[in-house]
C-alpha cells in the first residue's frame, strides 16, 4: 500500500507502510511493533491529525524496556476506515 502527498501539483512524494496491515470491519488497521517482544506491552494511539509515526523518537526509548505497539486510528495514516462509516 501506498500513501501519496500531493500537494505540490508537479510533485508526489511516496511513503510506504512499514507495519502491519489487519482487516477491520471492512477496513484495514495499519500497526507497528518495536522492542524485543519480552518488555511489558505499551500502546501508542495518536491524536486526530496524526499517524504512528508521531511516535517514531518515543518508541526508540521506549523499546528498550517495552514491547511498544503503535497503531494508527481507521482514516489516518495507512489505516483505512470501512466504506459506510462517516469521517
Known amino acids: ?3 501519496y502527498c500531493l500537494n505540490r501539483p508537479k510533485h508526489s512524494i511516496e511513503f ?3 507495519g ?3 482487516p477491520v470491519s471492512g477496513g484495514r488497521v495499519h500497526w507497528t511493533v518495536q522492542g524485543n517482544g519480552n518488555g511489558p506491552s505499551l ?5 486526530l491529525l496524526g499517524n504512528s509515526d508521531n511516535f ?3 518508541t526508540k526509548h521506549l523499546e528498550k524496556t517495552y514491547t511498544v505497539y503503535c497503531v494508527d486510528r481507521p482514516g489516518s495514516g495507512f489505516s483505512r ?3 459506510e462509516t462517516s469521517a
Open 1 to 3: 500500500y501506498q500513501l
Open 16 to 18: 510506504n507502510a512499514k
Open 20 to 22: 502491519k496491515l489487519t
Open 43 to 47: 500502546i501508542c494511539i495518536h491524536g
Open 56 to 58: 517514531y523518537a518515543l
Open 81 to 83: 476506515r470501512a466504506p
